[in-house]
């Protein structure tokens, strides 16, 4: 929806004056918590992460998050790589985009910027409800080639998801959906947990499948293809290629 400019620019000057004029909130922490909080930042002995699931917040040995990070890439489902393909996901990312009948509007908004995307980077989430503590490795890939045009796909496909029976949005969805169950004593609620999930997703065959049920747009489904088989990040100055599955990060994902 297009606002009127006069009314854009009384309330751009509006929220300007808001800005202007406000202060940040009095801390609720002593003096000493602060020091106290500035040091373990500087800390590079340990790393402060969210936790996978329950917002808890986790302290870990340096060594041991990276130890971990490392053994998860001994995965086959990561291949190291010689070079950097940011420059060249760039170039055929805006080839492919180019030669679809996506509108001009939407390329300008998903074609990546030739020399100003980054390499994804990898990090890791604890999973605290695990033994050992394992790490869920998580792929941030904000500023990369494909990162714009993954979150428009994503959007097209979506449909295609929540039109079928067992889809689950969230837990907020499936508490909603059981309270509409009518469940007799004896029945059983089971939960799987696979493990390395998203690693085990068959990308060709997913593909497949969603062709054969829901007939998207050719062009559709060949960037999906594009973007699936071209996950890459950088970890420890080395860069690896994600060769089976899809990456946890990514809009398309899951």
């Known amino acids: 929806t297009k606002i009127n400019p006069d009314v854009a620019n009384k309330i751009r000057l509006e929220v300007t ?11 609720n922490l002593h003096r000493e918590e602060q020091k106290a909080l500035t040091n373990l930042r500087k800390d590079n002995n340990i790393i402060i992460l969210p936790a996978d699931k329950g917002n808890a917040t986790v302290v870990m040995n340096t060594v041991d998050y990276q130890s971990k990070l490392s053994n998860l890439l001994q995965d086959p489902a990561y291949k190291p790589l010689n070079t950097d393909p940011t420059t060249y996901l760039e170039k055929t990312t805006k ?6 009948p996506i509108s001009e509007e939407i390329q300008q908004r998903i074609i990546p910027r030739e020399k100003s995307s980054r390499c994804p980077k990898l990090y890791g989430l604890p999973k605290i409800h695990k033994e050992g503590t394992p790490l869920r490795p998580i792929v941030s890939s904000i500023g990369s080639p494909l990162q714009n045009l993954a979150k428009f796909l994503a959007k097209q496909l979506q449909p295609y998801a929540e039109s079928i029976t067992s889809h689950v949005q969230n837990s907020f969805h499936f508490i ?28 060709k065959e997913a593909l497949t499948a969603i062709q054969n049920k829901y007939n998207p747009p050719k062009h ?34 899951p």
């Open 176 to 203: 909603e959906t059981i309270k509409k169950q009518n469940l007799q004593p004896n029945d059983l609620l089971v939960s799987f947990d696979v493990i390395s999930l998203f690693t085990q997703i068959p990308i």
């Open 17 to 27: 004056n808001i800005l202007c004029s406000s202060s940040p909130p009095k801390s």
């Open 95 to 100: 080839s492919k985009i180019k030669a679809s």
């Open 220 to 253: 559709i489904l060949d960037l999906t293809n594009h973007c699936l088989t071209n996950t890459y990040f950088i970890h420890n100055g080395q860069r690896y290629k994600q060769i089976e599955g899809a990456p946890m990060g990514s809009p398309l994902s």
